[in-house]
């Protein structure tokens, strides 16, 4: 069964950066996808970025320029960089994986940007 793994939440000022990671583990091949949402309690899950397998690449708009993902396929890893955090940016952000149809989470991380 796949799991997905996040770290890297926390407490971060405005303007300032984090760096969350996830890894994966369990019967998975080639040709998956990976990404992260984000959700704040009471409100619905929403996609932040996705990754393709072959490194395509989508944002929401409320992260463009400030989010970057990235992936490396043999560490099973997805990693996003977050930039100039904004207190509306503060989630609990989860892991997403797609293969073969079937959509996997993760637990969550929580980022919180406060002063």
């Known amino acids: 069964q796949v799991q997905l793994v996040e770290s890297g939440g926390g407490l971060v000022q405005p303007g300032g950066s984090l760096r969350l990671s996830c890894a994966a583990s369990?019967?998975?091949?080639?040709?998956?996808?990976m990404g992260w949402y984000r959700q704040v309690p009471g409100m619905q899950r929403d996609m932040v970025a996705d990754?393709?397998?072959?490194?395509?690449?989508n944002y929401a708009d409320s992260v463009k320029g400030r989010f970057t993902i990235s992936r490396d396929n043999a560490k099973m890893t997805v990693y996003l960089q977050m930039n100039s955090l904004k207190p509306e940016d503060t989630a609990i952000y989860y892991c997403?994986?797609?293969?073969?149809?079937?959509?996997?989470w993760g637990k969550g991380t929580l980022v919180t940007v406060s002063s």
């Open positions: 997403h994986l797609i293969w073969r149809g079937i959509h996997y």
């Open positions: 990754s393709t397998s072959d490194n395509s690449t």
């Open positions: 369990g019967s998975i091949f080639n040709n998956y996808a």
